[in-house]
């Protein structure tokens, strides 16, 4: 079974166009997070939710805002899409004493 | 904050060569430590981590780390690398702290190309 799942696993649209990525994990964790990597591969945290608050913000554009339904969700909206937004983004969730977290495999946005 | 630096942006290697990629951290507390790798096109894997007791660390695939704590480093080895080992490979730290966030904070990422 898929720990952490992702959709669309690619995404590709116009510049101004609204789009959505889901995550979903079925490990019971409690905290969620949202990575961007970059096209130099690096990557960066922008949001982390625990129990369906958002706990850690970086310094991320209002565009992007993340929902978490329920602990198990943690989708992610992006409005006005610009080129700059190109990227893979990875959701992930962590648990336990130990911190190990589990990426979901990717969603490659493509912004034209 | 914590920070994360991968000196090594690029290695190429030839298969059966061993690997040493570099990791240091800076963070004035308790940490955990990862390495995780990226093949071609797929998502994060995680190769070992670090918590506390043993620093030599074994994970998948024949790799293991080191950590000195006295270096603030976390270096990852392998004795004999082979093709499939070309990826993109990552450390990343945690610190052990109050509080739910537990944000990894990963390095800028070293590129393993081994050549057949």
């Known amino acids: 079974d898929t720990a952490v799942s992702q959709t669309p696993k690619y995404l590709v649209t116009q510049m101004g166009n609204d789009k959505s990525i889901k995550c979903e994990q079925n490990?019971?964790?409690?905290?969620m997070y949202w990575y961007k990597q970059d096209s130099k591969k690096f990557l960066k945290i922008m949001f982390s939710?625990?129990?369906?608050?958002?706990?850690i913000n970086e310094t991320v554009p209002n565009r992007f805002s993340p929902k978490s339904p329920d602990k198990a969700h943690l989708n992610l909206h992006i409005n006005s899409l610009e080129l700059g937004d190109s990227a893979v983004y990875f959701c992930?969730?962590?648990?336990?004493?130990?911190?190990?977290?589990?990426f979901g495999p990717g969603t490659r946005l493509t912004v034209l | 904050a914590q920070s994360v630096s991968q000196h090594n942006h690029h290695v190429i290697l030839s298969e059966a060569a061993s690997l040493e990629l570099g990791c240091n951290y800076s963070?004035?507390?308790?940490?955990?430590l990862f390495w995780y790798v990226q093949y071609p096109g797929q998502h994060l894997q995680l190769l070992l981590k670090?918590?506390?007791?043993?620093?030599l660390v074994k994970g998948i695939k024949g790799f293991e780390a080191e950590f000195i704590k006295s270096k603030f480093s976390f270096n990852l080895r392998k004795p004999s690398v082979q093709w499939s080992d070309t990826a993109e490979y990552f450390c990343?730290?945690?610190?052990?702290?109050?509080?739910?966030?537990?944000?990894?904070?990963f390095g800028s990422g070293t590129q393993l190309t081994v050549l057949p």
């Open positions: 963070y004035g507390g308790t940490v955990n």
């Open positions: 990343a730290v945690t610190p052990i702290s109050s509080g739910s966030a537990r944000q990894l904070t």
């Open positions: 670090y918590f506390s007791g043993d620093p």
């Open positions: 490990l019971g964790h409690d905290t």
């Open positions: 939710y625990n129990n369906k608050e958002l706990i």
């Open positions: 992930a969730s962590i648990g336990g004493f130990y911190n190990e977290q589990f």
